[in-house]
């Protein structure tokens, strides 16, 4: 649906569009009539790709990592570019875009609650004021603090491991034992500073109860308070210390009664950390035997991981495109027009160390992206940076559009040197 046209449609302002949402939001704007523009630093902003570059109708170059004046430089550009509306893309700086949405008389988040959506120690104080189900927890400065606090909250084993604040599985570890608690403290801890802004980051750990179960994610878009869900999604990791997505599938597979708490769960979250205007993605867990989904964590942006692809080839919605019409005041459109499916796996390496050869096969119902080229260097698979390539399936069920993706996955080849 257009709700402008061509140059003089309304403008969004998007703080930090880099990343892989950028792009849907992109591709929505242009579907809708919006004008879309940025605001980053300036060196930053030489590292776009090409397409965002060129699709964007302006910049806002500032420094996101000083609030008072990224707010000041933002507001005076919002004025002088008749914004009408302010999206948080990328998860450190959603508290900003509040901020900035309150200032400027835009449609936004709450500010009082906006941290809670970055910074997961007030998320999970957020989610027991509104009694949220979610992992028991404690925080800690240190390795000698996280022994004392594992004990006393009887937090059990295995126990996550995780940064207050950083995204992307970076410093998370699943520990099983008193044993490897300091090496997954110090995993945590090394993220000072956010690349590539620089922004400080809260240094303090959380540790998070292990909830077993199956993984699910679940996005709800708010407009003006009122929250419309989304799809579930089901999601795939892999085991051990590192629990690093390698896939996620839409639709979920779970039983109607059971999407629909999932949803409302989900909603729940997103209106805990002060979700008025925007999308919150969520990502949850149902132990075995229960019908209760725990809240992981949920922050104030699109999914990254290509959900939004994923999403939108199963089911016909846009989350990128409900997201902006709610920055602007307006209703999402989040009704199904389709009940397909669609699934996505990454490529991991065994090992980092230098690519030497990748090649995923072509089948039909599938689309691949490569990442990497021979010669790059290859992390080590300790989080989502380690990823090599991706596949996408479309099918008519979600088991087969799972077994496809599967089938490529198995037929891939990635050498790692």
């Keep these: ?17 880099m990343g892989n949402a950028g792009r849907f939001l992109v591709e929505a704007a242009d579907r809708l009539g919006v004008r879309l523009y940025a605001a980053t630093h300036e060196d930053v902003h030489d590292g776009y790709p090409d397409r965002l570059r060129a699709a964007l109708a302006g910049v806002c170059a500032t420094d996101l990592t000083d609030t008072p004046r990224a ?50 120690i007030l998320m999970g104080e957020a989610f027991a004021a509104v009694g949220i189900p979610a992992p028991r927890w404690a925080l800690a400065h240190d390795d ?48 000072a500073y956010a690349r590539p802004h620089g922004l400080a980051l809260d240094t ?63 909603a729940r979250a997103a209106l ?7 999308i919150a993605h969520t990502e949850l867990k149902i132990p075995p035997g229960t019908r209760t989904p725990y809240v992981i964590e949920s922050g104030a942006r699109l999914p990254g991981d290509n959900l939004c692809e994923i999403v939108e080839a199963a089911t016909g919605v846009s989350e990128a495109a409900a997201q902006l ?22 490529l991991l390496p065994e090992h980092g160390g230098v690519l030497r050869e990748v090649v995923v096969p072509d089948l039909p119902g599938t689309h691949s992206e490569v990442y990497l080229r021979p010669g790059e260097a290859v992390p080590e698979p300790a989080d989502s940076t380690c990823r090599i390539a991706h596949v996408v399936a479309r099918a008519r069920t979600a088991e087969q559009a799972r077994g496809l993706a599967g089938r490529v ?5 990635v050498e790692v040197g």
């Design 1 to 17: 649906m257009t709700i402008g046209a061509g140059p003089r449609g309304p403008g969004v302002l998007v703080i930090e569009p």
């Design 71 to 120: 707010l000041a430089d933002m507001e005076a550009f919002c004025r002088q570019h008749a914004i009408a509306g302010v999206a948080p893309c990328f998860e450190l700086f959603t508290p900003l875009a509040a901020l900035l949405a309150e200032r400027t008389g835009l449609p936004g988040n709450d500010p009082r609650l906006a941290r809670a959506a970055r910074n997961k």
């Design 144 to 191: 000698a603090e996280a022994h004392r606090a594992a004990r006393e909250h009887g937090l059990g084993w295995p126990l996550v491991v995780k940064p207050a604040e950083q995204g992307g599985s970076w410093g998370v570890s699943v520990v099983d034992g008193p044993e490897r608690l300091a090496d997954a403290v110090g995993a945590a801890r090394q993220y």
């Design 204 to 266: 303090r750990v959380l540790l998070q109860e292990y909830v077993p179960g199956e993984e699910y994610s679940c996005d709800t878009v708010v407009a003006d308070g009122v929250a419309y869900p989304l799809p579930v999604v089901a999601k795939d990791t892999t085991g051990g210390r590192y629990r690093i997505e390698t896939g996620h599938t839409c639709p979920s597979g779970l039983p109607a009664p059971l999407v629909r708490a999932v949803q409302h769960t989900a």
């Design 272 to 278: 805990a950390v002060g979700v008025r205007n925007g």
């Design 325 to 346: 019409r709610a920055v602007l005041g307006l209703v999402p459109d989040t009704v199904p027009s389709r009940t397909d499916a669609a699934s996505i796996r990454f």
């Design 409 to 413: 996955a198995a037929r891939s080849r």
